[in-house]
């Protein structure tokens, strides 16, 4: 039986329970049209109420991809010249993790916090590919 796609998934990281889910959303333009497709994981520290949740955005860009239909799967990210991840992957989001909390994320700030995606990226795919050490300077 599948996973339910919109149900909170858990991870627990260095002793600490977080729950993440995956959304994908667009704008609309003025003719009604949908634009601006971004992909939006959100990992919420637990207890709910112990800290804001980060939320890691990847939006659609020049050399960039994010999912909008076949032939890509519906959590794919990537540079269409580059680094790829998939967000269904608990590997790849424990390796988004990663890298924010390396970059300065405090998970018990009570504000969410919101991140460009992009940014994280090639170093999370370095981590998730065994290429790349965090706790190293």
């Known amino acids: 039986m599948p996973r339910r796609s919109k149900k909170p998934r858990r991870l627990v990281a260095d002793g600490r329970v977080y729950m993440w889910t995956m959304r994908h959303s667009h704008r609309r333009d003025g ?7 971004r992909q939006t994981l959100t990992l919420s520290p637990q207890p709910a109420g112990s800290g804001g949740p980060l939320r890691i955005v990847f939006a659609d860009g020049p050399g960039r991809y994010v999912p909008g239909g076949a032939p890509m799967g519906s959590g794919d990210v990537g540079l269409t010249r580059g680094e790829s991840l998939n ?3 608990p590997g790849a989001v424990r390796a988004l993790l990663d890298v924010a909390l390396a970059r300065g994320w405090q998970p018990g700030e009570r504000r969410a916090v919101e991140v460009d995606g992009w940014l994280l990226l090639e170093a999370a795919a370095a981590v998730r590919a065994g290429e790349a050490d965090l706790a190293s300077p």
């Open 87 to 89: 967000l269904h992957a």
């Open 31 to 37: 003719d009604g049209r949908s634009v601006d497709c």
